[in-house]
Each structure stands twice: as structure tokens, then as C-alpha cells.
């Protein structure tokens, strides 16, 4: 059993800051890829950055620049500092982390329920 608890969403001005936290705990051996990912009303869910477990990130074009996610291994964590937020920032951020469970070493594709964000102009 692997659970994903993420925090950090609310109600932010245009142009202000959030900080998004994913915490994941239970039959974990290793965590891979750690990602966000984010969905607005009547659109896709889109991917927003990843990192790799050696560090490497990749962000969406439209939040480069603004957003940087970085990742705590030793906590099992993942978080997503948001800067310059725009209305545009406004969805539904979830985590999405690639692990190895303990014991049988199967890989878990999981998913965070979400925290949303709400940006106002």
C-alpha cells in the first residue's frame, strides 16, 4: 500500500507565490520519476515539470521560468514552488510519482487526489 498526500493549494492574487507539497509513505523501495501535472476546468490534465531521480527536471514550456520543482528522497518527498501565478495557473495540481514497491518490486504508477489552485486577476 502506497499513499500520496499532497498540500500547499489555495487561494493566491495574480502574481503571487504557493508552494506544493506531495508526501508519499507506505511500501515504497524507491521513488523514480516525480512529476506534477495539472488540470483546469473543461481542459486535459497537462504535465507541469518532472524530476528525475538524479536531479534532472523538465518543465511545460508556459511555466518555465516561474515554477521549480525540486525532491526530497530521503523524505519521500516532491514539491513544486509556483512563482509569477497568473490566472492561467488556475487547475486542480496533482502529484504523480513512479515507485518501486518494497517486498515485491513491482512498479506503482500513483497519483495524488490533487490540491487545488486558484489564481485571482
Known amino acids: 500500500q502506497v499513499q500520496l498526500v499532497e498540500s500547499g493549494g489555495g487561494l493566491v492574487q495574480s502574481g503571487g507565490s504557493l508552494r506544493l507539497s506531495c508526501a508519499a509513505s507506505?511500501?515504497?523501495?524507491?521513488?523514480?520519476?516525480m512529476s506534477w501535472y495539472r488540470q483546469a476546468p473543461g481542459k486535459q490534465r497537462e504535465l507541469v515539470a518532472s524530476i528525475f531521480r538524479g536531479g534532472t527536471t523538465d518543465y511545460a514550456d508556459s511555466v518555465k521560468g516561474r515554477f521549480t520543482i525540486s525532491r526530497d528522497n530521503a523524505k519521500n518527498m516532491v514539491y513544486l514552488q509556483m512563482n509569477s501565478l497568473n490566472p492561467e495557473d488556475t487547475a486542480v495540481y496533482y502529484c504523480?510519482?513512479?515507485?518501486?514497491?518494497?517486498?515485491?518490486?513491482?512498479?506503482?504508477?500513483?497519483w495524488g487526489r490533487g490540491t487545488l489552485v486558484t489564481v485571482s486577476s
Open positions: 504523480n510519482l513512479g515507485i518501486i514497491q518494497a517486498r515485491e518490486f513491482t512498479y506503482l504508477d500513483a
Open positions: 507506505g511500501s515504497i523501495f524507491r521513488i523514480d520519476t
